[in-house]
């Protein structure tokens, strides 16, 4: 049985295919409890959910993830302070499977 939150990513991904999205950009906010039911502080790390058709995932600081870990099955992609976060964000990028030029929202946090 889905939780309520995979239903929300299921009614996220319906209208995104309407409206020809490919990628939504969450920061930490309600947005983000409500899709994810993860609310992670907000500061100067960089910190979002990611949601396109085929994948969902988290770039977040990897001193957050063990703590943010056990509210989420959703998947990592953790960055170190000394390293920053752009590998990490490529990696997310590219497992999300974007077209070339892609449609995005971002969320207004």
């Given at each position: 049985m889905s939780s309520p939150h995979?239903?929300?990513?299921?009614?996220?991904?319906r209208r995104m295919s309407e409206t020809g999205t490919d990628l939504v950009a969450i920061g930490p906010s309600s947005?983000?409890?409500?899709l994810a039911g993860l609310d992670p502080h907000?500061?100067?790390r960089p910190v979002m959910l990611l949601v396109s058709q085929s994948h969902a995932g988290f770039l977040m600081p990897a001193l957050?993830?063990?703590?943010?870990?056990q509210k989420?099955?959703?998947?990592?992609?953790?960055?170190?302070?000394?390293?920053?976060p752009n590998a990490a964000l490529g990696e997310l990028l590219?497992?999300?499977?974007?077209?070339?030029?892609?449609?995005v929202v971002l969320d207004e946090t």
């Open positions: 995979d239903q929300r990513l299921i009614a996220l991904r947005h983000m409890m409500y907000g500061d100067e957050n993830v063990d703590s943010s870990r989420t099955g959703l998947p990592f992609f953790p960055w170190r302070d000394d390293d920053g590219k497992a999300s499977g974007l077209p070339e030029a892609p449609n």
